[in-house]
């Protein structure tokens, strides 16, 4: 038996899904070959996480992607934890600088789910963009 999202858990996407799209839409990039799959690897731990927080409030700095692909799986494990009721992003960058997103779940007290699934590892754009659309010009 399929699962089907709650309206919430639709809403809860679709504001995520325009935070991404919202990190930079500055300069449009070629599409990239790539195998787009919604079962990829996307959790991190939770040092990870804070570290790449960290670096981020340290060196806060222009994105310099257009946005990322995060893959099904790690939504349906987010949205799957108990007491969830949406998702916060925090911007984010890796050691190496390049800019990414932690996804965490959050309760109905608005604390962040540490304990839970936290992501992160996006699939940058570019060079991983969709074709050309009113998104990315």
Same mark, same amino acid.
């Given at each position: 038996m399929k699962k089907i999202l709650q309206p919430r858990s639709i809403i809860v996407l679709a504001v995520l899904v325009v935070s991404i799209v919202g990190l930079a839409l500055f300069l449009p990039a070629p599409r990239a070959a790539a195998q787009y799959k919604a079962n990829q690897k996307h959790a991190v731990t939770l040092d990870s996480a804070a570290k790449y927080i960290q670096n981020f409030k340290k060196h806060p700095v222009a994105p310099t992607i257009?946005?990322?692909?995060?893959?099904?799986? +790690?939504?349906?494990?987010?949205?799957a934890q108990p007491g969830l009721v949406g998702i916060r992003y925090y911007y984010a960058a890796k050691d190496d600088g390049s800019p990414t997103l932690v996804l965490v779940g959050v309760d109905s007290t608005g604390d962040d789910m540490v304990?839970?699934? +936290?992501?992160?590892?996006i699939w940058p754009c570019p060079p991983l963009c969709s074709s050309s659309n009113a998104l990315n010009k």
């Open positions: 257009q946005g990322g692909f995060f893959g099904r799986n +790690i939504f349906d494990k987010i949205l304990q839970g699934v +936290i992501a992160e590892y």
